[in-house]
């Protein structure tokens, strides 16, 4: 496929502090947690680990999820 974009992360498993690298291609993450047998020149100081999501509701529409009621 003409013009795609891959781009490789190499850094520390934030569980096992393991060197991995992350594999994305077209903005999107199709690898993950291959290890690294040969690190990047100067070793990578990166930590890689899953993106936080906060869903947070306190309410909607007149109601309220923090009163005491």
Do not use: F, K
């Given at each position: 496929?003409?013009?795609?974009?891959t781009?490789?992360?190499?850094g520390?498993?934030y569980?096992t502090?393991?060197?991995?690298?992350?594999?994305?291609?077209?903005?999107?993450v199709?690898?993950?947690?291959?290890?690294?047998?040969?690190?990047?020149?100067?070793?990578?100081?990166?930590?890689?680990?899953?993106?936080?999501?906060?869903?947070?509701?306190?309410?909607?529409?007149?109601?309220?999820?923090?009163?005491?009621?």
């Amino acid at each position: 496929m003409s013009g795609e974009q891959t781009c490789v992360l190499q850094g520390r498993d934030y569980h096992t502090g393991e060197l991995v690298t992350v594999t994305a291609r077209d903005g999107r993450v199709v690898e993950t947690g291959q290890p690294v047998e040969t690190p990047a020149l100067g070793g990578p100081n990166l930590w890689l680990a899953p993106g936080l999501v906060d869903i947070q509701v306190n309410g909607y529409a007149g109601y309220d999820v923090n009163s005491p009621e």
